[in-house]
């Protein structure tokens, strides 16, 4: 499975939202909690439109690569950074775009409100960091037919090389074993933060970054 990896443009909104869309399909317990009563359709349209936003809006500067297997032309993964101090999820958008009804709204703004918290525990007292904005990883998705390939490391190298020729920092939030794989790449864990889901009506357990 010969895979390139090169920049986005509008036209990949499509094959980039699919991407998502596999992921949300193939849900964890937190997903499931979150977004379990979402329609499918619904959410692939949104997905798709909150990403070709991403890709054209001036306000809003982003990097994007994508992975696209060469034998099919199917994408099949692809890391988004974006040079905010504000995780998308948290910004306006320039033509709003109404998400899909289903949404658990309690959870995911305790998760928000918990992340916000540790993001300006972690950079809010840095000088540096509040003059030069640094990067954050918005997004880094393969499907699982493609994972353990090397294609997450590959992307992940673009990334980290793409801040360091900016000479700026670079941020993320990973799930517990998602973290496993940033310090394999060399990462260092600087906060955490969880969110308890047996407050939300879900087994009793925690989701963390």
Partial sequence: MPV??????????????????????????WTKLCYGAVDAHE?????????????TDPEYPV?????RDDDT?????????THLNTP?????????IPKPAGYNVPPIRDYYAKMSTARKRVMGDDPFLRKHLPFYLTEMYIKKPYQRHGLG??????ATEYAASKKLPIYAEASEAGEAFYKHLGWK?????SVDMGLYGASPQRASS
């Fill in 4 to 29: 390139r990896i090169s920049d986005c443009t509008a036209e990949d909104a499509p094959g980039l939202a699919a991407v998502l869309y596999a992921d949300w399909l193939d849900p964890d317990p």
């Fill in 43 to 55: 959410q692939l349209v949104h997905l798709e439109a909150v990403i070709r936003e991403d890709l």
């Fill in 63 to 67: 990097a994007f690569q994508k992975a």
């Fill in 73 to 81: 032309a199917e994408i099949v993964g692809f890391t988004q950074l």
């Fill in 88 to 96: 998308a999820n948290e910004r306006g958008q320039v033509a709003p």
């Fill in 153 to 158: 490391t590959s992307l992940m190298a673009w």
């Fill in 189 to 193: 864990t600087v906060g955490t933060y």
